[in-house]
């Protein structure tokens, strides 16, 4: 059998056909069956906002993720943030294809990732902070998925079917998230002098970050998020820092930091430029010239973040 005929013979074995993965591992469209059209009862252009600010967080958190790949302290861990970051990518897929649909201008889920400007996306800034060492991905991870996780749990009762499907699939993704982050924070927290010491410092630095996650957000939110870390760092022996009342930035109103165009993947410095696809593989535009390739750099000052954490 030659090679260009594995997949199809695999698929055409299964009842599902090509509904299943060439190795087996099954997945449920979570659209199937949601009835697509905009409910009366829902403002378009609030539905819009709502879900490209999730897209975005989704987008360029998995872009950070990627960079992770060769950098992390373990091969294992190399796959588990990859995976997180795919996940993250499939939400954003569904968020932005969304929000498109809600919009109505006519643009679709590759627009609004790859031709839109900095002050154009609505991501949180925690999202898009350059990485530094693995004590600051796991705080950064711990913080956001756990604000994630909460934010979808609420969203399942959302008016709009598809923004309340793509919250139902996320939730068992997130709660992985989620997981895998507590996991690390009490490993390091709990671990040598070394890497509480990193911790403390993630801490300190990405801590302020979680009242722009908290803005505006259903007090049940609030409360699911608060509860959760207390016990996760209580867990690891860390300190429990107060909730910040006010948010460190304004990512939500299109306001970023300088690092942020190494860390999207729009292309909207190229009009006209679109993406390549081989079959239903999608490559992302890469950059002339940019240095971030999963190297573990900071692109914008050129230098080499500091080295892994370990236990």
């Not at 059998?1 to 199809?8: G, I, N, P, T």
């Given at each position: 059998?030659?090679?260009?005929?594995?997949?199809?013979s695999l698929a055409e074995a299964s009842p599902e056909g090509d509904a299943r993965w060439a190795f087996g591992t099954g997945f449920e469209d979570p659209l199937h069956g949601v009835d697509t059209a905009l409910p009366e009862s829902v403002d378009p252009a609030g539905l819009a906002a709502l879900c490209l600010a999730l897209g975005d967080d989704a987008l360029v958190s998995a872009q950070r993720l990627a960079q992770w790949?060769?950098?992390?302290?373990?091969l294992e861990e190399e796959v588990a943030l990859a995976n997180i970051g795919l996940d993250l990518l499939g939400q954003a897929r569904l968020l932005l294809a969304r929000a498109g649909q809600a919009e109505g201008a006519g643009r679709g889920e590759?627009?609004?990732?790859?031709?839109?400007?900095?002050?154009?996306?609505?991501n949180v800034l925690l999202a898009e902070l350059p990485n530094g060492d693995f004590a600051h991905c796991v705080v950064r991870l711990l913080l956001f998925s756990s604000w994630r996780l909460a934010a979808f749990q609420a969203l399942t009762a959302h008016p709009d079917p598809v923004l309340a499907a793509v919250a139902a699939k996320g939730i068992n993704e997130l709660a992985y998230h989620r997981d895998h982050a507590a996991q690390w924070t009490v490993r390091l927290g709990d671990g040598t002098e070394e890497s509480r010491r990193r911790m403390l410092a993630a801490l300190d630095e990405l801590w302020p970050h979680l009242a722009e996650l908290l803005d505006g957000e259903q007090q049940q939110v609030r409360a699911e998020v608060e509860l959760t870390l207390r016990q996760v760092l209580d867990a690891a022996g860390l300190p429990v820092p107060a909730v910040p009342e006010a948010a460190s930035g304004r990512g939500r109103a299109g306001e970023h930091t300088r690092t942020w165009p190494n860390c999207s993947p729009s292309s909207s410095r190229w009009p006209g430029r679109t993406r390549r696809r081989h079959g239903d593989r999608r490559h992302g535009v890469r950059r002339h010239g940019d240095r971030r390739h999963g190297d573990g750099r900071d692109g914008d000052r050129g230098r080499q973040v500091p080295a892994a954490t370990r236990p």
């Open positions: 059998m030659s090679d260009d005929h594995v997949y199809l790949v060769t950098c992390a302290p373990e590759d627009q609004l990732a790859y031709f839109r400007g900095p002050e154009e996306f609505r």
